[in-house]
T-cell receptor, first 111, second 116 residues
Framework: RKEVEQDPGPFNVPEGATVAFNCTYS??????FFWYRQDCRKEPKLLMSVYSSGNEDGRFTAQLNRASQYISLLIRDSKLSDSATYLC????????????FGKGTKLSVIP | GAVVSQHPSWVICKSGTSVKIECRSLDFQATTMFWYRQFPKQSLMLMATSNEGSKATYEQGVEKDKFLINHASLTLSTLTVTSAHPEDSSFYICSARGPRRSTEAFFGQGTRLTVV
């Protein structure tokens, strides 16, 4: 089982749609979780951290289920500018600052 | 947020030559930096962890003699791809842990290396 697995995508959705991405991780001891956004041929940029209680930032909602080792990202009212690849990222903890990346899910928002 | 600058953003080199990539933390000190490689449609794969003043820690399968890492100061880490070959063509990205022991990672802009 891969360390971080994501929906393969691509997701092609119309503007205004709601889209959800899923991610699972294999290391039950993982401590920190993030969603990063990566535009084509660019570096990843932090979209939001993911907390056990769930957290929301505008149109974006992230949730974590530690028991199921599952992370989700919900995007409401999709904009054309949301088109990108979304990376699920996990920090294994235990004093490590390394990050493990999923392969990413590509989102294309269509006019 | 913290700024990490990576240079060059792209480079084309001949097979057999060496290429140096620089990664600088501009407004904070980074005792630890990470070097990743990303092939098309693949995830970022950690190559090595660079620690200021000590030897880098390489991930399994990454040749330390081919990918030389130097982290001589708290704001600069360099990756040198020695004797580059076409299969080394990839997107190389550095990152640094944010200041104040943050777990957030800040990435350089990446370097697209093409070996011809």
């Amino acid at each position: 089982r891969k360390e971080v697995e994501q929906d393969p995508g691509p997701f092609n959705v119309p503007e205004g749609a709601t889209v959800a991405f899923n991610c699972t991780y294999s290391n039950s001891a993982s401590q920190s979780f993030f969603w990063y956004r990566q535009d084509c041929r660019k570096e990843p940029k932090l979209l939001m951290s993911v907390y056990s209680s769930g957290n929301e930032d505008g149109r974006f909602t992230a949730q974590l289920n530690r028991a199921s080792q599952y992370i989700s990202l919900l995007i409401r009212d999709s904009k054309l500018s949301d088109s990108a690849t979304y990376l699920c990222v996990v920090n294994p903890g235990a004093g490590s600052y390394q990050l493990t990346f999923g392969k990413g899910t590509k989102l294309s928002v269509i006019p | 947020g913290a700024v990490v600058s990576q240079h060059p953003s792209w480079v084309i080199c001949k097979s057999g030559t060496s290429v140096k990539i620089e990664c600088r933390s501009l407004d904070f000190q980074a005792t630890t930096m990470f070097w990743y490689r990303q092939f098309p449609k693949q995830s970022l794969m950690l190559m090595a962890t660079s620690n200021e003043g000590s030897k880098a820690t390489y991930e399994q399968g990454v040749e330390k003699d081919k990918f030389l890492i130097n982290h001589a100061s708290l704001t600069l880490s360099t990756l040198t791809v020695t004797s580059a070959h076409p299969e080394d063509s990839s997107f190389y990205i550095c990152s640094a842990r944010g200041p104040r022991r943050s777990t957030e990672a800040f990435f350089g802009q990446g370097t697209r290396l093409t070996v011809v």
